[in-house]
């Protein structure tokens, strides 16, 4: 199984639960309309992953987010992750009214930082994005159309969630292209303070 950590700690998520369209700039940049409730989808365990590839059966796009850890009834985590996207075939997808998983739960398409513990969430969190130095993706909490105590709020209607599962928010505007080579470099901050520095060169 794979693992991700919460500082020292290992922790193995069952599952990780993914939010699209959460970002205006996000929705508008593919043509898409703004949702009348939140939209989910799944990762398998499997989709877990270290490395972050630029390739798999096609070019791969990156989608920056906020990410969170569920333990014991609230999410005690933040962290950073990188939900990689066949943007080709879910374009395919979409168009036929299919579901998304073929191009969004492959194995090794999210990819995630180490996380940090926290007491509650914050609304400072934020988060930006740079490759190879250029800054392409800036997110926050005040951005997004559903926060993640909401977002919990309606999983918990009608899914069961395990110690460790993850939860990714959905990404602002500046998606795009995965190149071989590419040095992805994040920081999160919650207010001036900052929290995770992370980085991956794409292969």
């Given at each position: 199984?794979?693992?991700?950590?919460?500082?020292?700690?290992?922790?193995?998520?069952?599952?990780?639960?993914?939010?699209?369209?959460?970002?205006?700039?996000?929705v508008r940049?593919?043509?898409?309309?703004?949702?009348?409730?939140?939209?989910?989808?799944?990762?398998?365990?499997?989709?877990?992953?270290?490395?972050?590839?630029?390739?798999?059966?096609?070019?791969?796009?990156?989608?920056?987010?906020?990410?969170?850890?569920?333990?014991?009834?609230?999410?005690?985590?933040?962290?950073?992750?990188?939900?990689?996207?066949?943007?080709?075939?879910?374009?395919?997808?979409?168009?036929?009214?299919?579901?998304w998983e073929?191009?969004?739960?492959?194995?090794?398409?999210?990819?995630?930082?180490?996380?940090?513990?926290?007491?509650?969430?914050?609304?400072?969190?934020?988060?930006?994005?740079?490759?190879?130095?250029?800054?392409?993706?800036?997110?926050?909490?005040?951005?997004?159309?559903?926060?993640?105590?909401?977002?919990?709020?309606?999983?918990?209607?009608?899914?069961?969630?395990?110690?460790?599962?993850?939860?990714?928010?959905?990404?602002?505007?500046?998606?795009?292209?995965?190149?071989?080579?590419?040095?992805?470099?994040?920081?999160?901050?919650?207010?001036?303070?900052?929290?995770?520095?992370?980085?991956?060169?794409?292969?």
């Amino acid at each position: 199984m794979k693992e991700v950590k919460i500082g020292n700690r290992i922790i193995v998520p069952s599952k990780v639960i993914c939010v699209g369209r959460n970002y205006c700039a996000h929705v508008r940049e593919l043509g898409n309309e703004i949702p009348e409730e939140i939209v989910f989808f799944l990762k398998p365990n499997s989709a877990v992953a270290d490395r972050l590839l630029a390739y798999h059966q096609e070019q791969l796009h990156y989608e920056g987010e906020l990410c969170f850890i569920y333990e014991k009834g609230h999410f005690s985590a933040v962290g950073f992750g990188i939900d990689l996207t066949k943007r080709k075939l879910q374009s395919s997808l979409k168009e036929k009214g299919l579901p998304w998983e073929r191009a969004k739960a492959f194995d090794g398409s999210a990819v995630f930082s180490n996380f940090i513990e926290m007491s509650e969430v914050s609304d400072a969190i934020s988060f930006i994005l740079k490759i190879n130095g250029v800054v392409v993706q800036e997110g926050n909490i005040d951005l997004m159309i559903y926060k993640p105590v909401e977002i919990l709020s309606e999983i918990q209607k009608f899914m069961s969630l395990h110690d460790g599962d993850i939860l990714m928010t959905g990404t602002p505007g500046g998606v795009g292209r995965i190149n071989e080579g590419d040095l992805f470099t994040v920081t999160v901050k919650d207010g001036a303070q900052i929290i995770i520095e992370d980085s991956w060169v794409a292969s």
